[in-house]
């Protein structure tokens, strides 16, 4: 009898265990953001140039969603990167909305709310949030919001070739907003490098990031490279050897002031606008060959299937870096199309469709709660994007897709509601530095347009005359909206130096 009960306890036993899964992995994130990145630069999209190839890049799109009508909160590096990394419109707590919006106390970063979830979390690259660079006391500071490691710099732009100590002392301004070089960060302390070009040691980090996991503790890696920023010229030798450019000598303190070289090798005038473009794609090339290295370091630790790769260019290309952005009129600077609309990719096998073109809007407000939501934190509602993680698997918009996309940038703004679009803008085009031929200038500078993006996505044919209730709609619908933002100001405790 004893023997009886024993099988059927076992029996029981073996019953539970079928009928109780274990808990779902947490996949992986991967965040990878490019800087500066056109529009026709990403060879997964079928409108991209003839002169751009990006075989690797084109890889997270094969193995996962392109999306053709993705979105910037604005169109320069900071305010953008404010919104990536928070959900929320900078707005709400940038009362300049404008180009420097910082990182208030009491808004939570992704790496943040990863963190408290139970993620390692390393940041390498840019970190840029357009207040207190240079320095690791900052709430902007990738150590003071949620990264457990740091290498990289905080600047708006940084030397590619520059990093070490030497040049950082005997350079008489080192320390530019953007015309910045010399040690980067490592954690909160300074470090030289020395023989290394910083995509490639970006790369180097994030793939010895990767091969130092073990066991089940899932990861976010945030990759944030400064390619393909100014100065654009900065590019390996087999690049120039490969796009056919002259190497252009580093800077040295003979030439006087950093400030002054950054300035002159970001025109079109030492650099013809022809070679502006084939720097570009070297400067690219590269890139595009790093990113190839992470992936197969993903694929060698059999990672990629349990990995979320989220993919976005900060803003648009810029015009003076050779950056291609048609069939969009304009470029970074402007609230043109070519100024918000940006490459922007997800993929997550198994989970998300493979090689799916998605046309539905979505932004880069909608990166954290699509984040959140994969890793098993489903509380989106204090978030101004949305998780798009359904929508993209039914085809369908997503809510947030539905409801008026609003930007403000200084004397800039636009209201994206449907296939409309309510824009003041103008081209960035101020005298002696021409725009590369690549951008294709607005229609309607400095004047109120509407235009229907679905029919027109290069801004040409102004309707505003023609369909003035709907400009009379979406222009109210976004002064409720700026009215909106500028009451939250209060909410927000603006960070200080500690």
């Known amino acids: ?113 990863l ?19 240079h320095t690791a006391r900052a709430r902007e500071f990738p150590t003071r919001h949620g990264y457990d490691h740091f290498l990289g710099f905080s600047a708006h732009a940084h030397d590619y070739f520059l990093l070490d100590e030497d040049i950082e002392k005997a350079t008489p301004d080192p320390y530019g907003p953007s015309e910045a070089l010399g040690r980067l960060f490592r954690d909160t302390a300074k470090e030289s490098f020395r023989n290394t070009y910083t995509t490639d040691l970006f790369t180097d980090e994030a ?55 950054y300035w002159d090798y970001t025109q079109v005038n030492k650099i013809t606008d022809e070679e502006m473009r084939r720097y570009y794609l070297a400067n690219l090339n590269c890139l595009d060959d790093n990113i190839g290295r992470l992936l197969q370091a993903l694929q060698a630790r059999h990672m990629l299937e349990n990995t979320l790769i989220i993919f976005v260019s900060d803003n648009g290309g810029e015009p003076l870096s050779g950056a291609n952005n048609l069939p969009l009129c304009g470029s970074k600077y402007t609230m043109h199309e070519g100024g918000i609309r940006v490459p922007f990719m ?4 198994g989970r998300l469709p493979e090689g799916k073109i998605y046309g539905h809007r979505v932004s880069a407000l909608d990166i954290v709660p699509t984040t959140l939501e ?23 918009p997503s809510q947030a897709a539905m409801a008026p996309l609003c930007f403000q940038f200084d004397k800039h703004y636009a209201v994206i509601d449907g296939p409309w679009k309510l824009v003041h803008t103008f081209d960035y085009n101020p005298a002696n530095r021409p725009i590369t031929s690549q951008i294709l200038l607005g229609a309607h500078n400095n004047e109120l347009a509407l235009y229907n993006l679905e029919q027109d996505p290069g801004e040409r044919n102004n309707l505003i005359e023609r369909e003035p209730a709907i400009a009379a709609k979406l222009k109210e619908h976004f002064a409720q909206w700026k009215a909106a933002m500028r009451a939250d100001h209060p909410h927000y405790r603006q960070a200080a130096m500690r």
Request: hydrophobic share 35%.
């Open 115 to 133: 963190k408290s979830a139970g993620y390692i979390t390393q940041k390498v690259g840019k970190s840029d949030f357009g207040k207190h660079y």
């Open 1 to 113: 009898m004893k023997h009886i009960f024993a099988r059927a306890a076992c029996f029981v036993s073996i019953l539970l265990s079928a009928c109780t899964t274990a808990p779902e992995k947490k996949p992986n994130i991967i965040l990878i953001v490019t800087d500066d990145q056109g529009y026709a630069d990403l060879s997964a999209y079928s409108h991209v140039s003839k002169d751009c190839a990006t075989p690797n890049m084109d890889r997270i799109a094969k193995s996962g969603v392109l999306f053709t009508n993705g979105y910037a909160s604005a169109p320069v590096c900071s305010p953008s990167r404010a919104a990536i990394y928070t959900g929320k419109y900078q707005q709400r707590w940038d009362s300049a909305m404008y180009w420097s919006p910082g990182l208030p106390q009491n808004v939570l970063t992704l790496a943040e709310m």
């Open 374 to 396: 994969a890793a098993g934190i489903s509380d989106t509602a204090k978030f101004d994007g949305v998780s798009v993680l359904r929508p993209i698997k039914e085809d369908r």
């Open 346 to 349: 997800m993929s997550w096998p």
């Open 207 to 261: 793939i010895r990031f990767i091969n130092r996991q073990q066991g089940d503790t899932p990861f976010f890696l945030d990759l944030s490279y400064n390619a393909v920023h100014h100065l654009i010229h900065e590019v390996p030798q087999k690049y120039l050897d490969k796009w056919g450019v002259r190497k252009i000598p580093d800077y040295d303190t003979a030439y006087g002031k950093y400030a002054q070289y």
